[in-house]
């Protein structure tokens, strides 16, 4: 008999996790990956479906800290390791798990709930929206010639050992986190994800390698990257597999692609995770030859909409009555007065007549600032009911810096 969700015991932690990998496809995982996760599992914050001793449904939480539009960095529940066995998919198991848990999410006053999607189909009936992309490319470094700003001479660059400079690098991390929405802080043992490198996971690239950039004697940015050596008839055809990459300011910044760009024996760089605005797009002589791809990153669902709504500020001074629809968490739905600027903002019940009509869902895309109310108004999503209100709100709503998430979860 199949039972509701339950909070996970650390001694079913494998059992819990075979499942999980089942549903994946069955490839066991590295055991430093495995280890890694296992470590980061808050067990409290698990939940297990059970029939006996087989685990049949998987749901884990994290408790992030996440950068919102005006730099505050706010509690966020991280949706990750979902998973029903093929056996029992399609009968409820994961909507009874996705119930407990924004509940569960609620109950602890976290106003937001975000996850990445294994397919982008599954989770919008929960009300969680897409709200961040991340952009992907292939650099014909062959071709493509690269532009740097004045000054970039000045920077040094040291190759290290990935964890002898993981310190230097999450320093730089952690102040890049404010400012730019969907980064998260790094709870202790984060810190290590990028770090992650098990042969199996390499292909036929080298292990992960580390170039710091240094300017008077303080470290100013960071590349983890590794080089798949190919070769053609006609010579050296090897790709540079950009991993992560920060930095403080533009010349560092400049530094480290140019450092990718002129690898010798090498004509491409792989890219997998950049924010959609990267400024190395600005540097290039032929954006045309990047190979540019988009793909959704963050989905974001407002668990508690008045205090997700207050928690970020707005480019512009906004004043506007939201008429909300909710299904899955009807505490949510009804109309809500927004008033906020740059400084902060106030977000009330209200009986006044409501100026735009939209679902949790749309509010989830527009979060963050990377995508705005006006596009999801021509998808016929968001719906004006007070001429002039959907573009205020629009501007509004937007962010400096596109949105962006690093890494998996
Ligand atoms: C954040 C993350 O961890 S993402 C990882 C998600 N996990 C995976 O992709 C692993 C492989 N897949 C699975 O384990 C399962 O198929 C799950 C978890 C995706 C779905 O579990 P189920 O228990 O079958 O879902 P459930 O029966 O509750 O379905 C609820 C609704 O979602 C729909 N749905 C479920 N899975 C999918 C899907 N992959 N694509 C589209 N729709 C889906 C169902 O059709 C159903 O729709 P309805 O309400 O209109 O009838």
Redesign the pocket.
């Known amino acids: 008999m199949t039972t509701e969700p339950r909070v996970l015991a650390p001694s079913e932690w494998n059992t819990w996790y075979e499942q999980?990998e089942r549903?994946?496809g069955g490839v066991a995982e590295a055991p430093e990956e495995r280890a890694l996760w296992e470590a980061l599992t808050e067990h409290d914050r698990s939940l297990g479906v059970w029939e006996g001793d087989a685990c049949v449904?998987t749901?884990?939480t994290f408790s992030f800290r996440l950068s919102v539009p005006g730099g505050a960095v706010v509690p966020a529940a991280g949706?990750?390791?979902?998973?029903?066995?093929?056996t029992?998919?399609?009968?409820?198991?994961?909507?009874?798990?996705?119930r407990r848990q924004l509940d569960d999410v609620r109950g602890r006053g976290e106003a937001l709930a975000v996850?990445?999607?294994?397919?982008p189909?599954?989770?919008g009936?929960f009300g969680y929206g897409l709200a961040t992309q991340l952009m992907r490319a292939a650099i014909d470094t062959a071709r493509v010639r690269l532009s740097v700003p004045e000054g970039t001479d000045g920077v040094r660059l040291r190759l290290a050992r990935p964890e002898d400079a993981a310190e230097a690098c999450e320093a730089v991390y952690a102040r890049s986190v404010p400012l730019r929405p969907g980064m998260t802080e790094r709870r202790p043992g984060w810190e290590r994800l990028p770090l992650l490198d098990p042969p199996s996971g390499r292909g036929s690239a080298s292990p992960l390698a580390c170039v710091l950039a240094e300017r008077d004697g303080r470290v100013t940015g960071y590349a983890l990257y590794r080089v798949r050596p190919e070769w053609e008839p006609a010579g050296p055809a090897g790709v540079v597999v950009l991993e992560h990459l920060g930095a403080l300011d533009p010349e560092s910044y400049a530094a480290l692609w140019r450092f990718l760009f002129e690898m010798d024996l090498t004509s491409t760089i792989e890219v997998r995770n950049r924010p959609v605005d990267d400024a190395w797009q600005h540097l290039v002589s032929d954006v045309r030859r990047c190979g540019l791809a988009l793909r959704d990153g963050l989905?974001v669902r407002l668990v508690d909409v008045g205090a997700a709504l207050e928690a970020r500020t707005y480019r512009a001074p906004v004043d506007v009555v939201l008429e909300v629809a909710d299904d899955f968490c009807p505490w949510n739905a009804g109309r809500w007065r927004l008033t906020g600027d740059a400084e902060g903002a106030r977000c009330v019940r209200t009986g006044e007549a409501p100026d735009l009509a939209l679902s949790v869902r749309e509010l989830g895309t527009a979060y963050l600032g990377g995508f705005s109310l006006a596009s999801l108004a021509a998808a016929g999503r968001v719906r004006e009911a007070r001429e002039g209100a959907l573009a205020a709100a629009s501007l509004a709503f937007g962010s400096a810096a596109a949105p962006w998430v690093p890494h998996s979860?």
């Not at 949706?79 to 093929?86: D, E, I, L, R, Y």
């Not at 029992?88 to 996705?98: C, D, E, F, K």
Request: glycine share 8%.
């Open positions: 999980l549903a994946f449904g749901a884990g949706v990750t390791m979902v998973s029903v066995a093929p029992h998919r399609r009968r409820g198991i994961l909507t009874s798990m996705m996850l990445m999607a294994s397919e189909d599954i989770y009936r989905f979860f």
